[in-house]
């Protein structure tokens, strides 16, 4: 069990809100069309607006969800150690090493789609 289950129900339930958003873009005008990366196209000023805008919030919705579960992972493993243990098993240290990881990457990436969607539509010059 998950340390803290509502935080995990939470987290999984993030999931089908971003792919009903991604599905959607593909819908929306002529789908973002962007191929296998979201930057090349945003870093322009010329992109297809409302289906990539859609395909971000998608992927920024999806990275909450795997923040929350993350944070899940680590408080999890924190609890796992009883107080006579003075070793830990590989499986729940390579748990809260991945946990970490996510916590880390995935806020910078949030970040960089974010500045890239500011500059797009306020005219800012975070990449030039």
């Given amino acids: 069990d998950m340390h803290f ?12 809100w971003a792919l009903d958003l991604a599905v959607v873009s593909l819908f929306t005008e002529s789908g973002s069309g962007t191929g296998w990366t979201l930057y090349p196209p945003l870093s322009t000023y010329l992109y297809m607006g409302k289906s990539v805008d859609l395909t971000v919030f998608s992927l920024h919705l999806a990275g909450v969800g795997s923040i929350f579960g993350s944070i899940n992972f680590i408080v999890t493993v924190r609890g796992m150690k009883l107080v006579d243990m003075h070793q830990l098993s590989m499986f729940p240290i390579s748990m809260f090493v991945t946990g970490h990881l996510l916590g880390v990457a995935l806020p910078v990436l949030a970040g960089g789609l974010t500045m890239l969607i500011t500059d797009r539509h306020f005219n800012t010059s975070f990449f030039y």
């Fill in 5 to 16: 289950p509502r935080l995990n129900n939470f987290s999984f339930w993030t999931l089908p």
